[in-house]
């Protein structure tokens, strides 16, 4: 129990709060959590109460902690998530592409449908091994831990998913675009009358950009992968 202050704090940046943050949800100023955690006071039982339904944990958690092994069993699981995530991505780009390659051949599926969804996964797959790469580390070596969970850390974590999502965003236009062709070759309307993408300088630069880029260089997405497990994605 001489950890109190440890385990509130722990739990804590496990839920992405900060102190002002669990200061309102408890109706006391940020001073006393501050007090709680750095030992200078301790909370008394209803205050143990009300702070394990904010942080929705146990009360014993507070008062002794995260049971090691049930730590390591979440990290186990989120690895576990990790490599189901890579083994489908690895399956889609390899076991149909016999399949692909004749239906593109006999026109049911448009190359560019085909291109947006390669070049969407490929650093997806590579992503997520990176996440994956640090995951197991940490699971083998304890010294290996993502940041403690502070703003710049959250502002960071954020900055990379709005990052991500940009760069998803870029490639809408083409995949809406390539689906819609395969439904008018689904119908027989002729080549000359499939919809093309809108040809918007910036855009078609920038997405070229980012093609020759994935091809070339597909493997530095796993580096956005490990800062991601670094800033605590998902959030512990």
Not at 72 to 95: D, K, M, N, P, S
Not at 102 to 114: F, I, K, S, T
Request: aromatic fraction near 8%; hydrophobic fraction near 50%; glycine fraction near 6%.
């Amino acid at each position: 129990m001489r950890d109190i202050g440890k385990n509130i704090r722990t739990l804590r940046e496990r839920r992405g709060m900060t102190q002002e943050e669990l200061a309102q949800a408890l109706f006391v100023t940020r001073q006393t959590v501050s007090n709680y955690e750095t030992g200078k006071s301790r909370p008394d039982i209803d205050m143990l109460v009300s702070i394990g339904q904010v942080l929705e944990t146990d009360v014993n958690q507070v008062l002794y902690g995260l049971p090691p092994e049930q730590d390591r069993q979440r990290e186990v699981r989120y690895l576990a998530v990790g490599c189901l995530i890579v083994a489908a991505i690895f399956l889609v780009l390899t076991l149909p592409a016999p399949l692909l390659n004749e239906m593109l051949m006999r026109r049911y599926v448009g190359a560019l449908l085909v291109m947006t969804l390669t070049y969407l996964l490929r650093p997806a797959l590579w992503l997520v091994l990176g996440w994956c790469a640090l995951q197991g580390l940490s699971l083998l070596f304890r010294a290996v831990r993502p940041l403690k969970e502070r703003m710049w850390v959250r502002l960071v974590r954020r900055g990379l998913l709005l990052l991500l999502a940009v760069y998803v965003v870029l490639f809408l236009p083409s995949l809406v675009v390539g689906l819609i062709q395969v439904i008018q070759t689904v119908l027989g309307l002729p080549y000359e009358a499939l919809v093309e993408i809108p040809e918007i300088p910036v855009y078609t630069w920038l997405l070229n950009r980012l093609l020759l880029f994935g091809l070339i260089h597909t493997q530095v997405y796993a580096i956005p992968g490990a800062a991601l497990w670094l800033f605590r994605f998902p959030k512990r």
